[in-house]
């Protein structure tokens, strides 16, 4: 049964107040105004805040936890990295692989992005797994090549069992922190495509009940109209997840 997400990445921002401020509120707002469970909200705080939002969120079923980033190998020598198990060791539940920020500012690549999900999925913590096309690639009318061809040389790989554990996250880095969102349509023709890759990669049930998340410039004035696009079950948000009235208006929009 396919889910409907609505997942907050924080990036690099907030102080550890900030943080369990904007957590405090996004869990109030969420008991107060979210009726129903046809949706699983997301936070995605900075390594440091982890921990503590963890327990925050405890006692709210629909919130759940996720992390930027993991590392792809289990313990030992790797200053700075952060493992899947520590991850799990605090309430991680996902963990981003694949943003394009982490492609373009650390040169992740397909081999390395691979090796991350199933370093995450050993633990049982759950992939999000980025795409998407950079403006050059849109306007050349390659994207649909393009993003199948990232599905090809990471997703395929993962077993069918491995395959049912992740969501994906469809995000043209055109519109990324641009106020250039793409339309319902644009989404909706991409994550169909998506889905019918997945389908052929996988089998049509599997494609079927993917989660498939829109990411880029979704705040909550585009949210409705995305979200009521037949193949996109939610967003990966970044601006406005900063903001607990819009991140909440937006887990609202479904
Ligand atoms: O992970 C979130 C995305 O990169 C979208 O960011 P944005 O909503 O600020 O455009």
């Not at 924080?10 to 369990?20: E, F, L, P, V």
């Not at 200053?79 to 692989?97: F, I, N, Q």
């Not at 999000?128 to 061809?149: N, S, T």
């Not at 979200?227 to 601006?239: E, S, T, Y």
């Amino acid at each position: 049964m396919r889910k409907n997400i609505v997942a907050g990445n924080w990036k690099m921002n907030k102080t550890y107040q900030d943080a369990q401020a904007l957590v405090s509120e996004i869990d109030n707002m969420v008991k107060d105004e979210v009726s129903g469970d046809n949706v699983e909200v997301i936070v995605t705080p900075p390594f440091p805040f982890l921990h503590s939002i963890s327990k925050l969120i405890q006692g709210n079923s629909r919130m759940h936890l996720a992390a930027q980033d993991v590392s792809a190998h289990e313990s030992g020598a790797y200053t700075g990295e952060v493992s899947a198990s520590m991850l799990k060791s605090v309430g991680v539940e996902y963990v981003l692989v694949g943003h394009s920020e982490r492609r373009q500012y650390h040169n992740e690549d397909a081999d390395l992005l691979l090796k991350k999900m199933k370093a995450a999925l050993a633990q049982g913590i759950k992939p999000i797994f980025c795409c998407g096309e950079p403006l050059e690639v849109r306007e050349a009318d390659d994207h649909f090549k393009y993003v199948a061809q990232q599905l090809r040389e990471t997703v395929a790989h993962l077993s069918n069992e491995e395959f049912d554990q992740i969501v994906i996250a469809y995000e043209p880095i055109w519109a990324i922190g641009t106020g250039r969102t793409a339309s319902s349509a644009q989404a909706q023709e991409m994550h169909a495509s998506i889905r019918e890759e997945l389908s052929r990669l996988f089998n049509a049930e599997a494609a079927y009940n993917k989660t498939i998340l829109y990411g880029g410039s979704a705040n909550p004035g585009n949210a409705k109209e995305l979200f009521a696009q037949p193949d996109v079950d939610g967003g990966l948000i970044g601006g406005a997840s900063l903001k607990s009235r819009d991140f909440t208006d937006i887990i609202k929009s479904f």
